[in-house]
């Protein structure tokens, strides 16, 4: 049994140390150390940073100095790429060790995974492979989540993926098992809606009852991104959740639909490469701010004409 109380508001990690997420249209970006001088010049009022875990696994040197100098100014959000959440094989108690041991020392207001396995055997896979949905597979990411869980004290963000196969032996679709998922375990949902997006693309389902059947009430988070167009090999449209571009008008629609039917959440941009310069990925955060102080108005407007 884990130590914690799995409650609705277990997966709500929103403040530490006098650094929060209460504003609630607070919105943040991927961390690059070459944005640094102009995040330090210019600021990011409200804003947040997330960081891949396994680059700050190390003991000290600059990695880390350059992430001192942001947590002493802003709140992070850790996201974890290898913990091979979905792999049926046991976590890799080192690796586990080494994200505690972050958590504890710069104590973010988020933390997340993601559903996905990257390791297998010994092996590991550079990247983020598919699951099939199945009860064994169910029963073994909820041992996953609860063994992390566990080791930080605290629930973590599950992410939705991105995928480009899926399995004949799925007995219940994506959004049933997340349901399962967060239910079985109390954690959280990242809301991935560019993921949301490429999968449905290249899958052909709608997104939105794809987005209808989430459990929308558990979302602590959500990603934002830009993805790729390719041609498969039998010439049809491929996207590929590519983290190097900006955002699509079809991807912003769905976030300002999902913030109009949720609230605002904190939401966070991720650019991975082809780096652009920081007032690029700034004006992208501050456009996710834009929708939800919109979808705010629009409520209040609501519920003025209503009473």
Known sequence: MNAFVK???????????GISLDTLVVVGTSFKHEHLPAILADGFEDGFFEVHAENYMGGG?????????????????????????????????RHLARFRELVIRYEPVLVSEHLAWSSHGGAF???????????????????????????????ILLENPSTYIAFASSTMSESEFIR?????????????????????????????TYLDELPLERVGEIHLAGHSEQRDDEDEMLLVDSHDCVISDSVWHLYRD??????????????????????????????????????????SQEIGRAG
């Open 125 to 155: 896979f550079n990247d983020l492979l598919p699951l099939p949905y199945t009860k064994a597979t169910l029963d073994t990411v909820c041992e996953h989540i609860d063994q992390v869980q566990d080791a930080i004290r605290r629930p």
């Open 258 to 299: 999902i913030v109009g039917r949720i609230g605002p959440r904190p939401t966070l941009v991720e650019w991975d490469s082809n780096l652009p310069a920081w007032s690029v990925l700034r004006d992208q955060a501050l456009s996710a701010r834009r929708i939800m102080t919109e979808q705010m108005t629009l409520c």
């Open 7 to 17: 409650t609705p508001a277990a997966y709500e990690t929103r403040r530490s140390h």
């Open 61 to 93: 040197g600059p990695p880390h100095r350059t992430l001192a100098t942001v947590r002493e100014a802003y709140p992070l959000s850790i996201h974890g790429v290898c913990m091979s959440i979905g792999a049926p094989s046991r976590l890799d108690a």
């Open 180 to 208: 399962e998922v967060v239910q079985r375990t109390g954690c959280g949902l990242l809301l991935d809606i560019n993921n949301v997006f490429v999968s449905a693309v290249n899958h052909r389902f709608s997104a939105e």
